[in-house]
């Protein structure tokens, strides 16, 4: 909420508006007061990296009343308030609609009580509303993801994680009740993303019978070795004929039928707290400079709109067509959707025996979820009676013959590995084409699966399928379905607007971001200068300069020059002149213009105002647990290519033998907007730049003006500029993409 309450801040001063903070929601529009106070650019300083909401939130019944909401009339109109932006769920949303619909009765009863004159009753005549969706639930219908869900998603996965360890240490079974009384979101994906047996959630009460199916398959998984189960429940959940399921029901169950030694944690409000992640520093900054931009168009006519997220757009929405959607049938229908999405190989195949053999390998650099698709791939492919076999070192490790079958438990407790437990190297296969062709016969591989991606690594992956490709002329043995799932943390893959481990890195920049600016605390006026990977592509830059709050980010894909930087540390030099705070900011280098180089030129012209400071980041962006998302996205992506290969396998199948060379047998799995597609890796050749490793578009880059905004430059946007930008902070925030 905090990122989101920020963007407004800035962007409302940044178009020449006067911004006010309401403390305390909805009562302390009632109670008015010192509860309505002006916002400055430096009110919002500092406050990315803070959990919950600094102006405060409380239940109000006052406002549930005619009276209580014409006292927050009063109060707006008071200051000249025609402008409302609420952060809330749809509660919180239906009251701001009601108070638009009632705002021009309440103006004229305040008229009538002689509270106001006419000429504050038409200078106020207007109410605007634009609401943003603050819900850990993920409950709301229309956005993809509502502001602090995916944070919640990291509390619970850091606590699965750590039970985990408990559990198999000592062979417990661990129950884990989430929050979710209505929407099941954070139970199913967070069973997703750790792995859990079992999961109960609200839409989708288990078929009767189902504490015999379940004690079957603990009883069944222990037997197969391993030493700890898992199981999530939403707080919601409840069986067919309504019966709640609580924690400690299914904790009983597994005692008396088991006897499995078991404990149950409530996880509670900690899912509410802590540090937000990247993504929703991310959301909650476009959604705010869209809440505003929103807000400047509105006329009379306009119905009070909310801002949501599809695919990678924010878009405004009318609220109430949204706020009565959020019924019971929408979301068992959308909740439904998601579940068979997720689980859609496991049930719709799961008796047919193709008996065709596997390949599954990392390619090019690590990066976190690589274990969770290989997990993901290995289980659906068995459970569709493929014999799966890993490839271990990449196509080295191919053509060297470091092949063997992998089986169900040989990837259990992989989901939540950082890394790649197959390992990977940078050997591109152009150079073994035959030695790697022997290898496929002598196992008998009928398709192949690539989990990997690029950092300078030449588009491993992508270029690897593509020489595989081109070489089914002189090779039969390339000739099957060959799948590729892009997974690098430079996001530079072409054919995907995501990579798998793009956002675990980000959390990891945002986190280090995050102590490096704690670190100088008490430090007055310091400048950063932070340089992160990526190669030529900058988006680990720029995305992190949003949730970092940084003040610019240098990239190679946006070509500055020297008089550039000149306006840059003249910009900064003017914020410190003026501030008592501290600051952060980004940047990217290429040959010339280097880390040390923009380091020395800052600490030089910043002689006597600020002093600098220089991080490399390095390879730790590639290390650590994955993410909630990139688990989730691993597992769900390699699902569904599993269910490609297996379907093209069964149309190749000729003659007793697979024969696919096609261009639509080697593609790509990249998601574009809200849809998982996938793309023959010779099409997309067209949108590559093969010399610097990047997609000819990236969809990205249009973050940067809003970027720019937030850091208080003045940049081309299609808003008045009304020169009003003053004070912001006393510590710069620099962080440098790889090459610019």
């Known amino acids: 909420m905090n990122a989101a309450v920020r963007a407004v801040v800035r962007m409302g001063i940044y178009v020449g508006a006067k911004v006010y903070f309401i403390h305390e929601g909805y009562q302390g529009m009632v109670d008015g007061g010192d509860n309505i106070k002006e916002a400055k650019w430096e009110s919002v300083s ?81 109410l605007h509303i634009v609401g943003m969706v603050g819900s850990i639930d993920n409950d709301f219908c229309g956005t993809d993801m509502t502001i602090g869900t995916d944070s919640a998603l990291h509390r619970i996965i850091e606590v699965v994680d750590a039970i985990m360890t408990t559990a198999q240490s000592h062979q417990r079974t661990f129950v884990l009740e989430v929050m979710g009384r209505h929407c099941g979101y954070l139970a199913l994906v967070s069973a997703l993303a750790c792995g859990a047996d079992w999961v109960f959630i609200p839409e989708m009460p288990p078929e009767d019978g189902w504490e015999d199916n379940m004690c079957q ?22 069986d067919r004929q309504g019966q709640h399921i609580t924690s400690d029901f299914v904790k009983d169950l597994v005692v008396r039928r088991l006897g499995f030694d078991t404990r149950v944690t409530i996880l509670g409000h900690v899912q509410r707290g802590g540090t937000p992640s990247a993504f929703d520093r991310i959301l909650a900054s476009r959604m705010g400079v869209e809440a505003v931009l929103a807000l400047l168009e509105a006329s009379a006519n306009t119905p009070a709109c909310v801002v949501s997220l599809v695919g990678n757009q924010a878009v405004r929405l009318p609220l109430m067509e949204c706020v009565q959607m959020v019924s019971m049938f929408v979301l068992e229908t959308d909740m439904r959707l998601s579940f068979e999405n997720n689980l859609s190989t496991y049930r ?29 791939a290995v289980r659906v492919g068995i459970t569709e009676g493929h014999k799966m076999f890993a490839v271990n070192d990449g196509f080295e490790g191919f053509y060297k013959g470091q092949i063997k079958e992998i089986k169900w438990g040989d990837v259990g407790g992989w989901t939540g590995q950082g890394g790649s437990l197959l390992g990977t190297k940078r050997t591109l296969p152009g150079k073994h084409l035959d030695k790697i062709a022997e290898q496929m016969r002598i196992h008998n591989i009928n398709a192949l699966l690539v989990v990997g991606g690029c950092w300078l690594s030449l588009l491993q992956a992508f270029e690897s399928i593509l020489q595989l490709y081109v070489a089914r002329a002189d090779y039969e043995e390339f000739c099957i379905p060959m799948c590729i799932l892009p997974a690098t943390i430079s996001n530079n893959v072409p054919g995907t607007d995501l990579s798998l481990g793009a956002d675990t890195s980000l959390n990891a920049i945002v986190e280090t971001c995050d102590r490096i600016k704690q670190s100088a605390s008490g430090t007055k006026r310091r400048v950063f ?22 003040d610019t980010v240098y990239i190679y894909e946006e070509p500055f020059d020297i008089r ?7 910009h900064l030099t003017e914020k410190m002149k003026t501030s008592i705070q501290r600051g952060t900011g980004a940047q990217n280098c290429n040959e010339n ?15 006597g105002v600020f002093d600098c400071r220089k991080n490399i980041l390095g390879h730790m962006q590639q290390g650590g647990a994955p993410s909630p998302f990139d688990r989730n996205f691993g597992t769900k992506i390699a699902a569904k290519a599993m269910q490609w290969i297996t379907r093209t396998l069964k149309e190749s199948y000729k003659g007793g033998r697979v024969f696919a060379n096609s261009e639509e047998t ?65 510590r710069g925030f620099y962080i440098l993409g790889h090459w610019i």
Not at 61 to 66: C, L, M
Not at 352 to 376: D, E, I, T, W
Request: charged share 25%; glycine share 10%.
């Open 217 to 238: 398959k603990l009883s069944e998984i222990r037997s197969r070795g391993s030493r700890l189960n898992i199981i999530i429940v939403a707080e919601g959940a409840t």
């Open 529 to 550: 200068i932070i340089e992160t990977m990526g190669g030529y592509c900058g988006y680990l830059a720029t995305v992190g300069g949003l949730a970092a709050g940084a």
């Open 46 to 126: 500092s406050m990315l990296q803070v959990g919950g909401t600094v102006i405060g939130s409380a239940r109000c019944k006052d406002f549930r009343t005619h009276e209580g909401r014409l006292k927050a009339a009063h109060n707006l109109v008071q200051r000249d308030i025609t402008n409302l932006c609420v952060i809330g769920g749809d509660g919180s949303l239906t009251g701001a609609n009601l108070f638009r619909e009632e705002w021009s009765s309440l103006l004229e009863e305040l008229l009538q009580q002689g509270l106001i004159d006419e000429e504050a009753t038409q200078r106020n005549s207007e």
């Open 593 to 607: 213009f280097t880390t040390d180089f923009i380091y020395q030129l800052y600490s030089e012209e910043g002689r």
């Open 564 to 570: 550039d930087l000149q306006a840059n540390v003249e």
């Open 666 to 730: 080697a593609c790509l799995l990249g998601m574009r907007r809200r849809t998982l597609v996938f793309q023959p890796v010779a099409q997309l050749r067209d949108e590559t730049d093969f010399v610097h490793r990047i997609p000819k578009e990236q969809w990205w880059l249009k973050l940067r003006p809003l970027m720019k905004i937030l850091a208080k430059y003045k940049t081309s946007y299609d808003v008045s500029d009304s020169g009003q930008l003053e004070h912001v902070t006393r």
């Open 348 to 376: 719709l195949l799961s008796f047919r025996k193709s008996s065709f053999n596997v390949a599954v390998m990392n390619v090019g650099a690590p990066a976190a979820g690589m274990n969770a698709a290989v997990r993901s």
